[in-house]
């Protein structure tokens, strides 16, 4: 066979068998087959040496044509099979606008939407929301609050000082003493926020945890008005009628003070140890005549109540939650279900 039969060969069985390249290695292999440096082409061009010189030229034209049509179908297949890619990958990864996402919205953790409830529940009973300072001084934590220097009662909340002799609020009770000192009779105010005991963790105890505070200052409150408050409060925050008890309880800052329980939805409710029917849920009392003096406000012109509620007990309380602990440990499975 002379040269320019085997050219116009190759030609015919390269360009044919180009269309079944179907990957680029496919591709590459093609190419190194007939036009690379070991490839057909060279192994047939090595048999120009041997022709006429005229014939030589021609052959030569031949097999530049045929290089040149080789190469440019294969940069044509090089083209087609990257389109070709492109368009299978995005068929693979088709997207759907209206597929569901995933739920993976935060919402508030339940301390917060407990806060949230209680403000809102005494912003509409006429109560003004405070705030005050975590680092307090010992005056408006203890000695406007009718603790003595040398009182026993201050050891009823374990105090973490600072190096330069304030505290970290160990109650919300210290908001009472800058309420009176900024607000003129009558006021109501209620101040949420956090404390800090120096005290060994369990079930039911925190180092840190959030109080709420109330105060209502006026002429000639009672215990009847505190009562009447605190059931309409509970029973919003608890969904049912709420009755209420009163124990006698002791806090410096309140005379009379008492413990205040709920009766208990005995059907409804997780049974608890000792299934009493009435639960323990917070302090509270008639303003002490000290502290209102204290406060700069005559305690023969006006009286007051305050109370003290724990406002992670109240959580634990309303969801059933048994440990206290599991609150700010931040594990997803817990908090999701709120
Ligand atoms: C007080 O802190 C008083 N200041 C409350 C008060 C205010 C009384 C106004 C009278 C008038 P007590 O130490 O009992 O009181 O705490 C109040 C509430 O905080 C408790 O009923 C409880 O719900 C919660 N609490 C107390 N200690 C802890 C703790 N370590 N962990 C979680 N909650 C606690």
Redesign the pocket.
Known sequence: MDLLTAITNLEREALDSIGVCDSKVALEEHYHRFLGKKGELTAILRGLKDLAPEARRQTGEEANRVRAAIESAHARARTELERRLIEERLQGESYDALRPLPDLTGHLHPITSMQMEVEQIFTGMGFQIMDGPEIETDENNFGR?NFSDDHPARD??DTIWTTDGNLLR????SV?VRAMRLLRPPFRIIAPGR?F?Y?E?DA????T???V???LIDREVSVANLIHVMKTFLSRVFERPIEVRLRP?Y?P??EP???LDINRNLEGERRFEGDAAWL??????L?HPNVLSAGGIDPKQWSG??????????VMMKYGIED?RHMFTGNLRFLSQF
Do not use: K, N, W, Y
């Open positions: 609050l009823m909340q160990t109650h919300t009770s009472q404390v005991r005290e963790t039911t105890h925190e180092s945890f959030h109080q505070e109330g105060m309880g806090f800052f309140v003070g008492f413990e323990e849920l917070l302090p509270c009392g303003v109540f305050a109370f003290g509620l724990g406002l992670d007990r109240l206290i």
